[in-house]
């Protein structure tokens, strides 16, 4: 266990709707980063947040948003899904903004169904 | 094209035999090469990372790095059923800024006791 969670486990929405996904970080991680795995694209960096504020950002739709709030957890916004928004995200957190090769705690990830 | 390549597999492997997992890439500007390990229904795992070329070993595990043709490599000696898992390799070309990391596709490993 990383001892970061993420709710919901499984999500099944149909095209057009929007969802939240929610990540809690390791007790004492200041960053959260967001991840996209899909077969043929593999795991894809979304966006970073840093105590709050972006830190860095990916390959992030427009439809896509998140927020860190001040306790530290974070949501994933997704919006006018499309069926190829199907994927498993993955949240991950590290104690400072680091680098990448920095050790970050993935969560368990929230599969995201677009019918 | 895609920046990294990383055959899907899946590979299986009998129990203590030598597994081999790569990865080609064609950005010449990658410096830090890492390996994750991801158990089924888990997030991934960073297992090791080189910077720039060369060899380097941690347990049974060893990463090479051949800049002069892209090409990297994870070696497991005397693997165990426990490595059964998915492979991600990935690159950057510094070692700051999540957004230029970038991973291939993974390997599907199977260890058969």
């Known amino acids: 266990d990383s001892g970061v969670t993420q709710t919901p486990k499984h999500l099944i929405t149909a095209t057009g709707q929007r969802v939240t996904l929610r990540c809690s970080p390791r007790?004492?991680?200041?960053?959260v980063y967001w991840y996209q795995q899909s077969l043929d694209q593999g795991l894809q960096f979304l966006i970073q947040y840093y105590n709050g504020e972006e830190r860095a950002k990916g390959n992030i739709l427009e439809r896509f948003s998140a927020q860190q709030f001040p306790d530290l957890h974070s949501e994933l916004n997704l919006s006018s899904l499309e069926l190829g928004d199907s994927a498993l995200y993955f949240c991950a957190s590290s104690v400072v903004a680091g680098g990448v090769t920095d050790t970050q705690y993935f969560g368990p990830g929230t599969r995201l169904t677009v019918l | 094209q895609k920046e990294v390549e990383q055959d899907p597999g899946p590979l299986s492997v009998p129990e203590g035999a030598i597994v081999s997992l790569n990865c080609t890439y064609s950005n010449s500007a990658f410096q830090y090469f890492m390996w994750y390990r991801q158990y089924s229904r888990k997030g991934p795992e960073l297992l090791m990372y080189t910077y720039s070329s060369g060899n380097k070993e941690d347990g049974r595990f060893t990463a090479q790095v051949d800049k002069s043709s892209k090409y990297i490599s994870l070696f497991i000696r005397d693997s165990q059923p426990s490595d059964s898992a998915t492979y991600l390799c990935a690159m950057s070309v510094s070692n700051f800024g999540n957004e230029k990391l970038t991973f291939g596709t993974g390997t599907r490993l199977t260890i058969i006791p």
């Open positions: 007790s004492g991680d200041l960053s």
